[in-house]
């Protein structure tokens, strides 16, 4: 009863920019986290930016380099990404951390974008 869908992936060279969309969609009651992971080949899922019980969070990793707002529309959050690096490159996921209402399962679960593939190579 919630739907995830990111968008805003791609190709892009070294020291390029990305923005990534994430919009959270359906009986949702109310979110009390909602952010982006990334999951690089052979490597664990790790947070990238995320807006969490009021406060705002970053991995080690961005550095400055990365921008997580919420956007006028509702349940919606946008990731800007600056001076990519070949390391960057991976699936970024958005994670909705919400209470749902209605059938199907009603209460707080964790919800998950099916993922957009960032590459960052010349």
């Known amino acids: 009863q919630v739907q995830v869908v990111e968008s805003g992936g791609g190709l892009v060279q070294p020291g390029g920019s990305l923005i990534l969309s994430c919009a959270a969609s359906g009986s949702i009651s109310a979110i009390y986290h909602m952010g982006w992971y990334r999951q690089a080949p052979g490597k664990e899922r790790e947070l990238v930016a995320a807006f969490s019980s009021g406060t705002v969070k970053y991995g080690d990793f961005v550095k400055g380099r990365f921008t997580i707002s919420r956007t006028s529309v509702n349940n919606t959050i946008s990731l800007r990404m600056t001076s990519l690096e070949p390391e960057d490159s991976a699936i970024y996921y958005c994670?909705?951390?919400?209470?749902?209402?209605?059938?199907?399962?009603?209460?707080?679960?964790?919800?998950w974008g099916q993922g957009t593939q960032v590459t960052v190579s010349s």
């Open positions: 994670l909705v951390d919400a209470w749902a209402t209605g059938s199907g399962a009603p209460g707080r679960n964790d919800y």
